[in-house]
Every structure is written in C-alpha cells, then in structure tokens.
Antibody
Framework: QVQLVQSGAEVKKPGASVKVSCKAS????????INWVRQAPGQGLEWMGW????????NYAQKVEGRVTMTTDTSTTTAYMELRSLRSDDTAVYYC?????????????????WGRGTLVTVSS | DIQMTQSPSTLSASVGDRVTITCRAS??????LAWYQQKPGKAPKLLIY???SLESGVPSRFSGSGSGTEFTLTISSLQPDDFATYYC?????????FGQGTKLEIK
C-alpha cells in the first residue's frame, strides 16, 4: 500500500527540539522528494522545506532556515524533520507530503500523497 | 517568495450551486498551480494540478483554469461532501507557497 506513516504526537517545552519521522512504503521511495508542511491551529498550510530521497539535497523555507534540518534514511525509507529552538508559535500539525513528479531538483512539484500529520505542542 | 492570495476567504453556498474560488499569484507562475481540499482533522487531498488537470479519482464536477497570475477552481454542482476548506499551491519557484484558504460553508 502506497503510504506515508508519521510518528506520534509530541509535547515539548520552549527551547527544546523535536524530530518527526515519515516512513514511506509501497513505492520506489528514492525517486521522489518529500516535503514538510505545517498547519498551526485554525490556520492555513505553510511549506517548510523539501528533501530529495535520491541524493539528500534540501531546500528550506526562509522562515525556518537555521532551525530546521531534514534528513532521510534510505535503509528504513524514512524521512525526518528536526526543528530546534522551539517556540509557542511552532505549535502545529506537521505533515510530510510526497512530490508527485519524480527526480525534481527542488520543490517543483505538486503533492499527491500526504501523511496523516503529527501534532507538535510547544508549551511550558 | 511568491505570494498567493485566495478569494473569498469564506463562501456560503447550497447543495447544487456552482461555485468559483480565485487564486492570484504575486508574479507569473505559468501553469504550475495545484488545488487541494482539506476537511477538519484530515490531511489535504489533491484535486487539480498544472492548473487544470484533474487528479485521478476526483469527481468531474471539479475543474480548474488559468495561467500566469490568475487561477480559478470551480465546482459545477455542490455536493454535501464538498463542504471543506480549499487551498491553492504554487510550485513554480524555489520556495513553494500556499494560499490562505477558502472555507466553503453550507448556506
């Protein structure tokens, strides 16, 4: 079954880090990039960045660059998003989403497969 | 970054109505635009890509049009399952961006 399975909800204190995982299955994962998109409570969608499963290249949104690191583990077909120096406004549902177009050089594709989302709550 | 502006932010309509949502880009994105539907507590679902191509399995009452900076999503005859929030997404630039969303409510 073609799917992206994300890790469970997290509660973190301000200043801490969180690492969310996204396991791909049912398709040739090395052919497609993975994007991370977040959604604060009651708000819209915000693209955070992209990573290539093919070569590990990344592209981050300016808003989170410097605090975010996206990685992949091809042995477990899992993508990771780590966000550091967490603030209360990082509270959101974090989604991973697959590029629909294979072998893109950056986030130049629409997203045809999404994970169910991981709620990250930042609170003291 | 390219800014995407959707209108209206909220739309009230009845079952059977024809509705149109507009998305404007701050600069030309050619036809590199997608539309998604999102229901509460769920991940977004792809409806339209490359401005006017219907994703497999999506009902034909959904259609998209436009190029350059102005795009529309049209639902020809609203069904009860269509009441949701809709987002446009440009993927023409190094940084992808979404519109702020249009919530489609039952009148």
């Amino acid at each position: 079954q073609v799917q992206l399975v994300q890790s469970g909800a997290e509660v973190k204190k301000p200043g801490a880090s969180v690492k969310v995982s996204c396991k791909a299955s049912g398709y040739t994962f090395t052919s497609y990039g993975i994007n991370w998109v977040r959604q604060a409570p009651g708000q819209g969608l915000e693209w955070m960045g992209w990573i290539s499963f093919y070569n590990g290249n990344t592209n981050y949104a300016q808003k989170v660059e410097g605090r975010v690191t996206m990685t992949t583990d091809t042995s477990t077909t899992t993508a990771y998003m780590e966000l550091r120096s967490l603030r209360s406004d990082d509270t959101a549902v974090y989604y991973c989403a697959r590029d629909a177009v294979p072998y893109t050089l950056s986030s130049w594709s629409y997203f045809d497969l999404w994970g169910r989302g991981t709620l990250v709550t930042v609170s003291s | 970054d390219i800014q995407m502006t959707q209108s209206p932010s909220t739309l009230s309509a009845s079952v059977g109505d024809r509705v149109t949502i507009t998305c404007r880009a701050s600069q030309s994105i050619s036809g590199w635009l997608a539309w998604y539907q999102q229901k509460p507590g769920k991940a977004p679902k792809l409806l339209i890509y490359e401005a006017s191509s219907l994703e497999s399995g999506v009902p034909s009452r959904f259609s998209g049009s436009g190029s350059g900076t102005e795009f529309t999503l049209t639902i020809s005859s609203l069904q009860p399952d269509d009441f949701a929030t809709y987002y446009c997404h440009q993927y023409n630039s190094y940084s992808a961006t979404f519109g702020q969303g249009t919530k489609l409510e039952i009148k």
